[in-house]
């Protein structure tokens, strides 16, 4: 079965590079949720909306990955 795989963002990319653990926390997560995450960050009509959101996301996976 071929694993379908989310296309990151160079932005978000280099967000996940910065941060081990965000970056881990990601792969873990099922490829809907992968999607639902970019959608999110490329959903942003503003470029400080995106790397506000970036930021939130990678935030957010760092706490989930503590759990």
């Known amino acids: 079965e071929d694993e379908r795989v989310v296309e990151l963002p160079d ?7 910065q941060n081990p653990a965000a970056k881990a926390r990601y792969a873990r997560l099922s ?5 639902e995450y970019v959608r999110w ?3 942003a009509k503003r470029p400080e909306t995106r790397v506000r ?4 996301m990678v935030q ?3 706490e ?3 759990r």
């Open 11 to 17: 932005d978000l990319k280099r967000a996940l590079e």
């Open 31 to 35: 490829y809907s949720h992968q999607r």
């Open 41 to 43: 960050i490329n959903d």
């Open 53 to 56: 959101r970036i930021d939130k």
């Open 60 to 62: 957010m996976l760092v």
């Open 64 to 66: 989930d990955s503590t």
